[in-house]
């Protein structure tokens, strides 16, 4: 799961990377800016709700350990 996980972060940098220099180029009203900026809030959202959920579970599995 780990190695999805930064696989999924990876990518993400690559589109961000390569949704950078296309905005400065046709603007943010672009629709395909607009389409890729809201896959990348939903993504990004998502990595920091796995990432939360992932903190959590290991704090619990700690718990039970001690």
């Not at 046709?26 to 629709?31: E, Q, R, T």
Request: proline fraction near 3%; aromatic fraction near 14%.
């Amino acid at each position: 799961m780990r190695v999805f996980f930064v696989f999924n972060i990876c990518l993400w940098v690559v589109l961000f990377l390569a949704w950078l220099p296309y905005t400065a180029l046709m603007g943010l009203a672009d629709p395909v800016s607009t389409h890729v900026r809201f896959i990348l809030s939903v993504t990004a959202a998502l990595l920091i709700l796995q990432g939360f959920l992932r903190h959590r579970q290991a704090r619990s599995r700690k718990e039970l350990l001690t």
